[in-house]
């Protein structure tokens, strides 16, 4: 990755412009992690940027940002900038372009954040990133109650880094934590989730969520029983145990299935075949992980269902119109529920004459 990351800030330079690796990935490789995210920074215009690649995208978010597609790995390449004027605590005003290095790593987060790697594979660290993470200290370029004022993510972005390095937060730091944490509530939920992941999947997750309830974050981001969340492999088993309120944090239409079904697996025997059947192995064996149940009885109980879907019932929606003579309808849905049931206890047999015979003599006297 980082030679691949050099031959693109060596083609930035052929072409006349200043580039450098910076960032996450600059300091995760000093402190040995290996990272897959690499953000380069240049004094190239976006437009001569992509001048420059065949391949590139540009964020719908991030003015001034390209991605870069380059032998096959995705480069995020940044113009050298100046932020004018957070008046919502959101997107600066203005983004103001500049020929200097040193002036665009002032406007960046963390000192541990601003170290670079230039052309020739050197490091270069004008504001003392090093030093800071030799020390394991998270501190801001420059004032930290203006940083945290002008973006009030910042704060968040403090404490995944905290936690997910296992640093510490300067005094400065965390005096400008509490003199700006009310601000979060103008941040948007989405920006807020990314680093709320990044803290929960952390291995180091305990922590930072310690972290946030020492500050009384969890007040300022609407989380009410943050302290009672179990530390789970399962990013969803955790949002599903976290008590938020409605239309805040937003999830995609299969992490709010899973998150409903694990609350409700949470709240039913996590052993019972219907159950296992209805809300899946995944649910079930997170809400058994919290509630103390051996895993493998789940999974086992799991696997000797006579059917884990309606897919596995020997006859089809067809096959039972055809035979009750019945329309589509409600109807079927209602057969459906009653034959696993019958199937799942054992009652009744999965084959096609058995069922056949179990709908004749149940449903065709009420139809
Ligand atoms: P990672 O990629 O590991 O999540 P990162 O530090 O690379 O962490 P990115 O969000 O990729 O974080 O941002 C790249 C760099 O841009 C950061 O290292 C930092 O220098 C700067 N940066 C990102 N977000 C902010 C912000 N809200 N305020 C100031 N600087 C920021
Ligand atoms: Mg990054």
Redesign the pocket.
Known sequence: MLNSALNVVQLLEKNGFKAYI????V??YLLGIS?T?V?ICTSAKPKEIMNIFKQTLLPKEDYGSVNVIYRKKVF?ITTFRKEINYSDYRHPEEIKYIDSLEEDLL???FTI??ICIDKDGKTIDILGGIKDLDKKIIRTVGNSYDKFHD?P??IL?AIRFATNLDFELSDEVLDAIKENKHLLKNISYDRKKQELD?ILLSKNAKRGINLLIKFGLDKDLEISNLGDVVILDSLVGMWALLDIPKNTYSFSNSEKKQINDIKQAMKLDNLDSYNLYKYGLYANGIAGVIKGISRSKITSNYHSLYIHSRKDIEITSYDIMNMLGIEPGPKINKIYEKLEKEILKGNLKNNKEDIFKYCLENFSSDI
């Not at 910076?22 to 990935?25: A, L, N, S, W």
């Open positions: 910076v960032g996450g990935f300091r995760d990272a995210d953000d995020q406007r960046r987060d954040n601003t973006d993510l910042r972005r990044k």
